[in-house]
């Protein structure tokens, strides 16, 4: 098979890049669609408006209303076409740039440019957008043809999102290298319709580096409110280089782990990157990975604030019932577990949870 990899057409990011838009966009469009949500829009919309007028460019506001549904996308495509847009832009977490990216390839790949307002998910660089339901459960991931064009990451904006955001896209950020290395092992085809190359996995252990290097010291910086030169180093490992390991290097448990986890309630007040970081133990479980290892992970975890069992993860009472339906949610065919390994069962995926959350019970010193 052959080797394939997929990126954004430019990625920029600096303190205060949003004010160098206006260039950035230059050979985008003429009249841009731009979509935040209220709050979003409060905080930055007005001014990044301001920004791309400046510039000579015509821009509409398209207001963002909560959930990356069917019926939010298509009344996006609607209203974009009624004001006679030629390109859109998404500005905010990663439901409202999803949104953004799937009006995009909907209407036939205009260009598409995404500005992430936290670090917490691989949303911005990738080429899939994840459509949900009304109740907020995945219903689809859209293949783009093409990644954005330009994802603009102002780390002025970042370094005053919550520190929880950043924690979480950490943790996102942290499982790329491990599920990566298993897909290499596997030969397996990444989004990307092809085999890993070298290229990727030199970037997935970048993020690693990165994010063991000065994590910590970001997230610190991001509590005191303050920016740090960390911080530049942590965002280019979770927005580019884990939005490009993972959809061309590969997931595995860690993500399917996560994705099972819908089916636990008492989990759906965790982000995204959380509930991939308890996937992250489990999945380190199930490779049997050595204790040294485990141990040096598990510090890092602890150090930038992720959570390593089930109570963390919000699950206070644990129900057989439901945790064993997140594994076997966790090994349907489509799912990444098998990256691992071939033949993982969902009583496997099952026994390693529970592993994990009693791994973390005992290195939090709180077993009972
Ligand atoms: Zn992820």
């Given at each position: 098979m052959?080797?394939?990899?997929k990126?954004?057409?430019?990625?920029?990011?600096?303190?205060?890049?949003?004010?160098?838009?206006?260039?950035?966009?230059?050979?985008?469009?003429?009249?841009?669609?731009?979509?935040?949500?209220?709050?979003?829009?409060?905080?930055?919309?007005?001014?990044?408006?301001?920004?791309?007028?400046?510039?000579?460019?015509?821009?509409?506001?398209?207001?963002?209303?909560?959930?990356?549904?069917?019926?939010?996308?298509?009344?996006?495509?609607?209203?974009?076409?009624?004001?006679?847009?030629?390109?859109?832009?998404?500005?905010?977490?990663?439901?409202?740039?999803?949104?953004?990216?799937?009006?995009?390839?909907?209407?036939?790949?205009i260009?598409?440019?995404?500005?992430?307002?936290?670090?917490?998910?691989?949303?911005?660089?990738?080429?899939?957008?994840?459509?949900?339901?009304?109740?907020?459960?995945?219903?689809?991931?859209?293949?783009m043809?093409?990644?954005?064009?330009?994802?603009?990451?102002?780390?002025?904006?970042?370094?005053?999102?919550?520190?929880?955001?950043?924690?979480?896209?950490?943790?996102?950020?942290?499982?790329?290298?491990?599920?990566?290395?298993?897909?290499?092992?596997?030969?397996?085809?990444?989004?990307?319709?092809?085999?890993?190359?070298?290229?990727?996995?030199?970037?997935?252990?970048?993020?690693?580096?990165?994010?063991?290097?000065?994590?910590?010291?970001?997230?610190?910086?991001?509590?005191?409110?303050?920016?740090?030169?960390?911080?530049?180093?942590?965002?280019?490992?979770?927005?580019?280089?884990?939005?490009?390991?993972?959809?061309?290097?590969?997931?595995?448990?860690?993500h399917?782990?996560?994705?099972?986890?819908?089916?636990?309630?008492?989990?759906?007040?965790?982000?995204?990157?959380?509930?991939?970081?308890?996937?992250?133990?489990?999945?380190?479980?199930?490779e049997?990975?050595?204790?040294?290892?485990?141990?040096?992970?598990?510090?890092?975890?602890?150090?930038?604030?992720?959570?390593?069992?089930?109570?963390q993860?919000?699950?206070?009472?644990?129900?057989?019932?439901?945790?064993?339906?997140?594994?076997?949610?966790?090994?349907?065919?489509?799912?990444?577990?098998?990256?691992?390994?071939?033949?993982i069962?969902?009583?496997?995926?099952?026994?390693?949870?529970?592993?994990?959350?009693?791994?973390?019970?005992?290195?939090?010193?709180?077993?009972?």
């Open positions: 052959s080797v394939a990899m990126a954004p057409g430019r990625y920029v990011q600096g303190f205060g890049e949003r004010k160098n838009l206006g260039k950035s966009i230059r050979k985008l469009g003429e009249k841009f669609y731009f979509i935040a949500s209220p709050g979003g829009y409060r905080r930055n919309g007005e001014e990044m408006m301001q920004i791309i007028r400046d510039a000579g460019k015509e821009v509409v506001f398209g207001e963002f209303h909560g959930e990356t549904t069917k019926e939010e996308v298509f009344l996006h495509m609607e209203e974009l076409k009624k004001a006679g847009c030629d390109a859109v832009i998404g500005m905010g977490g990663g439901k409202v740039l999803d949104t953004a990216k799937a009006v995009a390839e909907n209407l036939g790949g260009p598409c440019v995404t500005m992430p307002t936290v670090a917490s998910n691989d949303s911005p660089c990738s080429g899939v957008a994840v459509l949900y339901n009304e109740q907020g459960v995945v219903i689809k991931a859209l293949m043809r093409r990644n954005p064009d330009l994802v603009v990451v102002d780390t002025e904006i970042i370094s005053r999102s919550p520190a929880r955001q950043l924690s979480a896209g950490i943790g996102d950020a942290l499982a790329t290298w491990y599920e990566q290395r298993a897909c290499e092992r596997n030969h397996v085809k990444t989004m990307a319709r092809g085999t890993v190359t070298e290229t990727v996995s030199a970037m997935c252990r970048l993020c690693n580096d990165l994010l063991l290097r000065y994590g910590k010291e970001a997230l610190d910086g991001v509590k005191r409110g303050q920016y740090t030169e960390a911080l530049e180093k942590v965002c280019e490992a979770a927005i580019l280089l884990s939005g490009i390991g993972f959809e061309s290097g590969g997931l595995a448990a860690a399917a782990v996560n994705d099972g986890l819908a089916q636990e309630p008492q989990a759906h007040g965790a982000y995204h990157g959380e509930k991939v970081a308890f996937g992250l133990v489990t999945q380190c479980v199930l049997h990975m050595e204790e040294k290892e485990l141990h040096a992970l598990l510090s890092f975890m602890r150090d930038v604030d992720l959570p390593m069992t089930l109570e993860l919000g699950v206070r009472e644990i129900h057989e019932e439901t945790l064993r339906r997140a594994a076997e949610m966790a090994v349907v065919p489509t799912q990444s577990t098998r990256n691992l390994r071939e033949g069962t969902a009583e496997e995926v099952y026994e390693a949870m529970l592993r994990a959350d009693q791994i973390g019970r005992t290195f939090l010193g709180k077993e009972s």
